[in-house]
Nanobody, 117 residues
Framework: QVQLVESGGGLVQAGGSLRLSCAASRSIFSIGALGWYRQAPGTQRELVAAITSGGRQNYADSVKGRFTISRDNAKNTVYLQMNSLKPEDTAVYYC???????????WGQGTQVTVSS
């Protein structure tokens, strides 16, 4: 079992920044890859960024150069630094883990990010 708890969402003006955090209930080193997804009203959930246990990062084209994913294995936390935010970034952001040893997808409860124009 893995519990994921997101924090750091909020309301920000366009061009502003936010940092999301996702705290895991167990060692993220043992979990492996972690990711951030988002879902806006009326749309499908989409991958925003992911990071492997080795630190390799992958980003959606829409956020490249603006968002940075990172992980702190000592704190069992993964972060999403979001800069130059745009109104189209408005969504609920979810932390995701799919440990190979589990065969199960785990999701956090989500945190709302709203970017005003």
């Amino acid at each position: 079992q893995v519990q994921l708890v997101e924090s750091g969402g909020g309301l920000v003006q366009a061009g502003g920044s936010l940092r999301l955090s996702c705290a895991a209930s167990r060692s993220i080193f043992s979990i492996g890859a972690l990711g951030w997804y988002r879902q806006a009203p009326g749309t499908q959930r989409e991958l925003v960024a992911a990071i492997t246990s080795g630190g390799r990062q992958n980003y959606a084209d829409s956020v490249k150069g603006r968002f940075t994913i990172s992980r702190d294995n000592a704190k069992n936390t993964v972060y999403l630094q979001m800069n130059s935010l745009k109104p189209e970034d408005t969504a609920v952001y979810y932390c995701h883990a799919a440990p190979m040893w589990s065969g199960t997808d785990y999701w956090g409860q989500g945190t709302q990010v709203t970017v005003s124009s």
